[in-house]
């Protein structure tokens, strides 16, 4: 369910875009960031970081669209969420000697420490990447475009880098063993 809200957020934003305009479709991404983290709340009895520092950054970009009817505020959200994914790997990583891929995934997937690096500072790149790559396309695209990119742009390039990751991760899983043909004749 949690990954559903995530998503939500996205789609509302683009169908509210497409149906009505910008500031309706932002005030929509505010309201359901907001609905996010009251079911967060209610739920988990908790307000996770994560959520609430997002909704800070879509209140105060999304407001601020408003506010001003410009809707580059809104725009750079984009690249303030993953430029602060960017520094944020990179800096538990670089600083603390911590993977945040390794807390997600170090339960199901054993690894040596110096891969899980590999695995953070790939995705702190990565992150970086998109939040050029957005001001890029907000400043030399259209608005439909851009808003386009946003929903189908950086989903498909997250799952492929996705891909790309576990790809990179296979070879160094630890192999299940099968049991070989004399056992199973026993």
């Known amino acids: 369910m949690q990954n559903l809200f995530e998503y939500l957020h996205i789609a509302v934003f683009f169908i509210v875009y497409k149906t009505v305009d910008i500031y309706w479709a932002t005030a929509a991404l505010i309201g359901t ?7 967060a709340w209610v739920k988990e009895k908790t307000l996770p970081k994560k959520h609430l520092i997002l909704f800070l950054i879509v209140l105060l970009m999304g407001g601020l669209t408003i506010y001003f009817q410009n809707d580059e505020f809104i725009k750079w959200k984009v690249t303030v969420v993953n430029g602060l994914f960017a520094l944020g790997i990179f800096i538990s990583q670089a600083f603390f000697k911590i993977s945040p891929i390794e807390k997600m995934l170090g339960k199901e997937i054993q690894l040596p420490s ?5 695995v953070s500072y ?4 990565f992150f970086a990447a998109l939040a050029v790559l957005n001001l890029y396309i907000a400043y030399n695209f259209s608005q439909d ?3 386009n990119f946003k929903l189908f742009g ?3 390039l997250t799952i492929a880098f996705t891909v790309i990751t576990i790809a990179f991760l ?4 630890p192999k299940e063993e099968t049991p070989n043909k004399e056992k199973e004749e026993h």
């Open 122 to 125: 790939a995705w702190s790149a």
């Open 114 to 118: 110096s891969l899980w690096a590999k």
């Open 145 to 147: 475009f851009w808003v």
């Open 33 to 39: 960031t907001g609905l996010h983290l009251i079911y």
């Open 170 to 173: 296979y070879p160094h899983l």
């Open 154 to 156: 950086l989903m498909g």
